[in-house]
């Protein structure tokens, strides 16, 4: 119930590229999506979130998409560079009514971006 | 720098040591996670505190592991009698107030467990 599914593991795109990774949960309390960024040996950055009254969010070049009812979300990068090289993690936090007020992570998706 | 703050970076421990993880959060800040993360995988959650208290300890161990943020100082995640397993980063995150969605993330501290 508390598990938030990511997807690819890895991904390799061109420097260009756009880059999408997915995220599926089923616990209808969350109300809350994050995507963190991580680079080796550093703690994860909060990149970009979304709440569920929306159904898409862009910050510059990173997107993220957002299915209600699939209960689906996903992150989009236009133009990856190689900078974006780094793993992302998708996660979801339980809205105020809910008793979880931490968040729960996807496994990750590591990215590489060639040049 | 007004980030999160954890210290040690590294910490190593024989078999059998405790283990001593420190976190100050952001500054305003009043609410603290603890998250571990294993080799390749995403992180878990375990456990969130306010000052002087424990909200939540659903994911910790049941034995070897505590935590604490004293009115004064810095949060503490204690680890008695260290495995292997305990081998991870450990981050802290914070937030301002209990009804704030982001929480912000420290570097992490490395344990690794001889």
């Known amino acids: 119930q508390q598990q938030v599914k990511q997807s690819p593991q890895s991904l390799i795109v061109q420097k260009g590229g756009i880059s999408i990774i997915n995220c599926a949960y089923e616990n209808t309390a969350f109300d809350y999506f994050p995507w963190y960024q991580q680079f080796p040996g550093k703690g994860p950055a909060l990149l970009i979130a979304?709440?569920?009254?929306?159904s898409e969010k862009k910050e510059g070049r990173f997107t993220i998409s957002f299915n209600k009812s699939a209960k689906q979300f996903s992150l989009h990068i236009m133009d990856s560079q190689p900078g974006d090289s780094a793993t992302y993690f998708c996660?979801?936090?339980?809205?105020?009514?809910?008793?979880?007020?931490?968040?729960?992570f996807g496994s990750g998706t590591q990215l590489t971006v060639l040049p | 720098n007004a980030g999160v703050m954890q210290n040690p970076r590294h910490l190593v421990r024989r078999r059998g040591q405790e283990a001593r993880l420190r976190c100050s959060p952001m500054?305003?800040?009043?609410?603290v996670y603890w998250y571990r993360q294993l080799p390749e995988e995403g992180l878990k959650f375990m456990v969130y505190l306010q000052k002087e208290n424990i909200i939540d300890e659903s994911g910790m161990p049941k034995e070897r592991f505590s935590a604490e943020f004293p009115k004064e100082g810095p949060s503490i995640l204690r680890i008695q009698q260290v495995v292997r397993g305990d081998s991870a980063a450990y981050f802290c995150?914070?937030?301002?107030?209990?009804?704030?969605?982001?929480?912000?993330f420290g570097p992490g501290t490395r344990l690794t467990v001889t």
């Open positions: 500054k305003g800040h009043s609410h």
């Open positions: 996660a979801a936090r339980e809205g105020q009514s809910g008793s979880a007020r931490q968040l729960t």
């Open positions: 979304i709440r569920p009254d929306v």
């Open positions: 995150a914070s937030s301002p107030y209990a009804g704030s969605y982001e929480q912000y």
